[in-house]
Nanobody, 130 residues
Framework: QVRLVESGGRLVQTGGSLRLSCTAS????????ISWFRQAPGGQAPGAER?????????????SYADSVQGRFIISRENDKNTVYPQLSRLKPEDTGTHYC??????????????????WGQGTQVTVSS
């Protein structure tokens, strides 16, 4: 059974930095892409997609970032712990929301559509105060 567990979300001031984590189990990570999405406060309308933030192949050879986080988002990994660490810097109020990691079972592509992902973590809350 695939399991993804996020942690690290908290309240931070505008301009600050934050390191999240996503630990995966129950899957062969070399066969997956791990991506990050966020959902703004207020919930998600039925049928609406979550916002793609960034994606990373386990080998690190493929990376994709949304324009909104270019230059502010770096992903590192500890392969022996099956854990991915997104590092967010120069945080903005619009980064506020629930941040999720998700696994896509094709290591050769990083979809930006949340509908292409079937394995999700429970999310971690990030709040950026203005």
């Amino acid at each position: 059974q695939v399991r993804l567990v996020e942690s690290g979300g908290r309240l931070v001031q505008t301009g600050g930095s934050l390191r999240l984590s996503c630990t995966a189990s129950g899957l062969t990570l070399s066969s997956y892409v791990i991506s990050w999405f966020r959902q703004a406060p207020g919930g998600q309308a039925p049928g609406a997609e979550r916002e793609f933030v960034a994606g990373n192949s386990w080998s690190g050879t493929m990376k994709s970032y949304a324009d909104s986080v270019q230059g502010r988002f770096i992903i590192s990994r500890e392969n022996d712990k099956n854990t991915v660490y997104p590092q967010l810097s120069r945080l903005k109020p619009e980064d506020t929301g629930t941040h999720y990691c998700a696994a896509h079972q094709n290591p050769n592509t990083i979809p930006s559509s949340s509908r292409k992902y079937f394995d999700w973590g429970q999310g971690t809350q990030v709040t950026v105060s203005s």
